[in-house]
């Protein structure tokens, strides 16, 4: 019986030893195949263009391909879904934007818990929003064009690359928080936004930076602001929102690495380290900056904490103005 009973404990001591190695082993041998870069969105966007420079960059650091793939529809919802359904191997990664922490708000249902289905990695990097004008309009700042918008209630449209865009909840936050008559008007994409502008037919445009930036640098749009609390290297002689005198609007376009809830803690710190490392080096940081982009790389605590500022702000935009997804 005593020798039975030493050698259970001996197998106990042997295989409780090898349970505390295996994590370690593990997580030096990660990704051990191909990663999965969801992106809810279609190609081309901004948040497409970043999780390109993060999974080029993941791959050339850590050995293995991270490839994306562009699931869209359902203003995201449908990419978030699946993300959320994939296994926790820390192989599926899902690149994340505001529409993530609005959804939940805008939609009666969606396919994820905005609290439960991922656990952060980290706040990759943000991008203002740029609030333009056509060039007939007689506003050189924001004063001016909130005192024109005010002198003549309901007269004046803005435009957005969609129904519950970020641009869009920004617009709102906007016309909200300076209690303005000033009508949206929804676009299917950014530059379909930009060239209602461009023409006249809206002559104010809430919208992402790549889709500006080069008519705003040929005086075809008015910049006003940069939507942030700092301006920005891709437009410097433009005013944020902040530095034009209205702090309480600033908000920023972002992109998050989430990944499925459950994921091991050691490949989320393999990740959330070789990202940082990333947009640490000089081209990369270049490359996002004329995306308009400010690397963050903050750690997966600060992400989650920012994701959940995210989602009581944008959720009370959205139940104020009253928007619903169509």
């Known amino acids: 019986m005593r020798l039975n009973r030493r050698r ?3 197998a106990s001591c042997t295989t409780l030893a090898a349970a505390a190695l295996s994590r370690p082993a593990l997580a030096e041998q990660y990704p051990v195949r191909p990663v999965r870069v969801i992106v809810p969105f279609a190609a081309g966007g901004p948040n497409d263009v970043a999780a390109r420079v993060i999974a080029q960059g993941l791959s050339d650091q850590l050995g293995k391909q991270f490839f994306v793939e562009n699931i869209g ?7 978030a879904g699946q993300a959320a359904r994939a296994q926790p191997d820390g192989h599926t990664i899902f690149v994340a934007s505001p529409s993530y922490v609005a959804n939940p ?4 249902t969606v396919p994820y818990d905005v609290q439960k289905s991922f656990d952060a990695v980290t706040l990759a990097a943000t991008a ?6 056509h060039p007939s309009i007689q506003a050189k700042s924001v004063k001016d ?14 435009a957005s690359p969609g129904a519950g865009t970020p641009p869009h909840l920004l617009g709102e936050l906007f016309r909200l928080s300076l209690e303005l008559d000033i009508v949206h008007v929804p676009f299917n994409g950014g ?6 502008t461009l023409a006249g037919h809206t002559p104010v445009s809430f919208g992402a930076l790549p889709p500006a930036i080069q008519h705003v640098r040929e005086n075809k749009l008015r910049a006003l ?14 005013p944020s929102i902040a530095e034009a005198g209205y702090p309480d609007i600033a908000a920023d376009i972002w992109t998050a690495v989430l990944v499925p809830a459950g994921t091991p803690k050691e490949y989320i710190g393999i990740l959330r380290r070789e990202i940082a490392k990333l947009i ?3 081209e990369v940081k270049d490359r996002l900056a004329g995306l308009g982009y400010l690397p963050v790389a903050n750690s997966s605590d600060e992400c989650a904490a920012y994701l959940a500022s995210e989602y009581r702000k944008w959720g009370k935009v959205i139940r104020d103005a009253g928007i619903k997804a169509s």
Do not use: M, Q, W
């Open 73 to 79: 529809g359902a203003g995201g919802n449908i990419g």
């Open 105 to 108: 708000t805008l939609f009666e």
């Open 191 to 196: 530059g379909a936004a930009i060239g209602s």
């Open 128 to 133: 203002p929003t740029l609030l333009t004008v």
């Open 8 to 10: 259970f404990l001996t």
């Open 280 to 282: 640490d080096r000089a």
């Open 145 to 158: 064009l909130v005192e024109l918008i005010k002198a003549s209630p309901g007269k004046f449209s803005y």
């Open 225 to 238: 602001a940069l939507t942030s609390k700092t301006h920005s290297e891709a437009l410097p002689g433009v």
